[in-house]
């Protein structure tokens, strides 16, 4: 199966983690925090640490950089390449919008883990499944790759 992983940067040690257990049990899996798995150069945001305000910027002005704009494109090119998007949690627009993205692209998904104390989005009921932690990633996909055989 083909996956993405969508996630905050804050979370690129687990995003790695599940990445390589994933490949371990023969998945392939785009991984935006691994160079070897994009073309472009990674854009984590301590390379952009100022923050937009919009007292000193222009919003389309702001996001106007070649390096969000490559890196937009090839995580959109990334999920149309997956079969599934995987989704931890808790995270900010960015994965969510990737994850929805995939979503409309009539992607299978599952989202991992809880949004922060008083965070909720009822959208998130799209999702396949809902687990409360990575651990139960791997199981959920040997159940549904061996429901899909049978079913």
Not at 133 to 142: D, F, I, T
């Amino acid at each position: 199966m083909r996956i993405y992983i969508s996630a905050s940067w804050k979370k690129r040690v687990l995003v790695r983690e599940l990445a390589e257990t994933l490949r371990a049990h023969n998945h392939e899996v785009f991984d935006f925090t691994d160079p070897e798995c994009r073309r472009n150069h990674e854009t984590p945001p301590e390379m952009f640490p100022e923050q937009f305000d919009p007292v000193k910027h222009i919003y389309s002005q702001y996001l106007n950089r070649k390096e969000w704009r490559n890196a937009v494109n090839e995580n959109r090119e990334a999920i149309k390449w997956a079969d599934l998007i995987i989704l931890l949690l808790p995270c900010g627009i960015d994965a969510t919008a990737d994850w929805a993205l995939g979503i409309g692209m009539g992607k299978h998904s599952i989202i991992v883990g809880y949004p922060d104390k008083g965070d909720r989005s009822e959208v998130h009921l799209w999702a396949d499944a809902l687990l409360n932690s990575v651990e139960e990633v791997v199981p959920w996909l040997e159940a549904h790759m061996a429901n899909k055989k049978t079913g």
